[in-house]
């Protein structure tokens, strides 16, 4: 059924999505007026009680509020900005400037299970990093009027130690935005996020809560310095951690490339046909009167002798033995004289990669020395304080190797800083033709003026994640000068770049609408079709026919990474086709639908068409949405 909610460009409302699917599941637990009867619902957990029984949890002062925030439909919308892309025409990679939970909430409506990875380094909540300062109770414009953000940036507030809720004004931002970006992932999806001592025993605990305690994967520690700091009064701290959650159990196969060092492993002193080889034990660390099933003669054909361990079973039940056996997999030394046989693994087998390990040195994933002077190399010195380095993010996203789909994927990064996210995704499709997509949102967040970043001419921190991009697709794309261009190089170099969006206020009137509750549906959009009536006849005079295009594409669900072409077989309307790989849709923001555009989708009813409602008379509207019936649709 039509509703005004069609018509307005609210993000999804998660919290309706839920509980439709309750009413859906559960009709019992729903009153006759539609509402959801919180006594059947503890009836349902404890039928000899509705009152709450106790139950571990996680708790602080402004949860509740942090999860109702998450789960509310954002009023915003996205504008491009065109001066500030990059190779826009071909490339893929979005980066985003404003505040991240409204920014997350708009890419709901697209990006709902199509992300592969998220990787963020929020702020570590030290008494000197900043929050977002969420207020949930402030009137519906003051967002705007407190960050300005299209034009003076967002000035954050610190989180001081010295505050009564200082771990849970941490908590607050964090757990609304992880919310909202675990519905971005695909099922096979997994995040990253790097954290210090400070709060990570407060991260883990939101995330289980969030991913859920059986979808933890493991907590990474990273060698993040060369050398001890000299500044530290007790310990010096040398490592960082890296927490990954996956987005549900169809993650079953992670592993990273194989290094030139583990290759080294393998050898072949037998001169086996099948190649390089390494031998693990065949024991079990499980005693003979352990495992029983375990314990059995095994002949060593060199000496004809049976062995048997005195005091710990073997490692395979008899009968996978006998195969190993038969595949002669047993290796009882050079001459046959070990007392027990190791069992071969050959690297032929281990094409699929390796298992990583927890621990990521330096040498494999860089430090934050290094990453200083990359960023340096790139956009000058001092500019932004304690990057990540490139080599941490590829490492992670590289685990990703189980097909060309993985190679394909989108990667988001939340917390974008300086960039390195998209550094990292760009340098990984080089190393191994990728053709992977990142989205980056930053906060315009001001930089301070004594700064050196100031000085240069940055006056936000999102103004320094896009030059840093724009300087990586510099230094590459000029890389590739005076060479031989391969069709390969060339799906390179197109993919390079980015597009820039802004977080904006809504062209349109029609989002401070308000229901009346005491009105049915259907009195309510006639209300709004009412409200729209009398507002937006001042589009008549001025808009921007970009921004409205994208604001109502986002509304219908195109990935940002859409592309417009111009239909010149209308004559009389400017329309547009437009495309984002899935979704394809004829769309026209003129004030006036004429007659000869309405006849050709009269007769050409495949594609779905879109206009703006005030174009059209009662006559027209009817007759299209007769004719192309779900294939229509007026904004």
Known sequence: ???????????????????????????????????????????????????????????????????????????????????????????????????????LKILSSSYRGKVKCIYIDPPYNTGEDFLYNDDFSEEKNAYWERSESTENGVKLDTNSDSSGRFHSNWLDDMYSRLLVARSLLKPDGVIFISMDDHEIHHLRKICDEIFGEENFLVNIIWEKRQTRSNNSKLFGTNTEHIVCYRRSQELINIKEPRTESANELYSNPDNDERGPWTSILYTNPALRNERPNLCYPIKNPFTGEMVEHPTNAWKYEYATHLQHVKENRLYWGQDGHNTYPRLKKFLSEMEGGMVPTNIWKKEDA?????????????IGRGIFPFPKP????????????????????????????????????????????????????????????????????????????????????????????????????????????????????????RVDFAPDPDKSEEENLALFQEYVSQKEQQLTIAFN????????????????????????????????????????????VDSQLYDETVDYFMQHTDTKFICIERALDTTKKFNLKNKMQDKFFAF
């Open 545 to 588: 026919e970009d921004e409205l295009i994208t604001e109502i594409l986002i509304k219908q669900g195109f990935m940002l990474t859409y592309k417009l072409e111009a239909q010149l077989q209308f004559t009389k309307n400017k329309v547009y086709k437009a495309t984002d790989g899935v979704k394809t849709a004829f769309i026209t």
């Open 1 to 103: 059924m039509e509703t005004y909610k069609d018509h307005i460009t609210l993000t999804p409302d998660m919290n309706e999505e839920r509980l439709n699917t309750l009413r859906e599941l559960f009709p019992d637990w729903f009153t006759q007026e539609g509402h959801l009867d919180i006594n059947e619902v503890k009836k349902a957990v404890n039928p000899d009680s509705v009152e709450e029984t106790e139950r571990y949890e996680f708790r602080w002062f402004g949860k509740s509020a942090a999860k109702r925030n998450a789960f509310t439909p954002t009023r915003a919308t996205l504008h491009y900005d065109a001066g500030r892309s990059v190779n826009a025409d071909t490339t893929e990679n979005v980066i985003i400037e404003g505040e991240n939970l409204e920014v």
């Open 390 to 509: 490139a080599q941490l993010v590829q490492k992670a996203i590289s685990f990703f190797i189980n097909g060309n789909d993985d190679k394909d994927c989108i990667v988001l990064d939340f917390f974008a800083g300086s960039g390195t996210t998209g550094h990292a995704v760009i340098n990984q499709n080089i190393l191994d033709g990728g053709h992977r997509k990142y989205i980056l949102v930053q906060i315009p967040q001001l930089t301070d003026e004594n700064s050196n970043a100031y000085r240069a001419g940055f006056k936000t921190i999102s103004e320094i994640t896009i030059a840093r991009n724009k300087a990586v697709y510099d230094k590459i794309k000029a890389s590739y000068e005076g060479k031989l261009i391969t069709s390969e190089d060339q799906q390179q170099i197109d993919q390079l770049g980015f597009k820039v969006f802004t977080l904006s206020k809504s062209s349109f009137p």
């Open 366 to 378: 860089g430090t934050t020395d290094q990453a200083t002077t990359e960023l340096e190399e790139l």
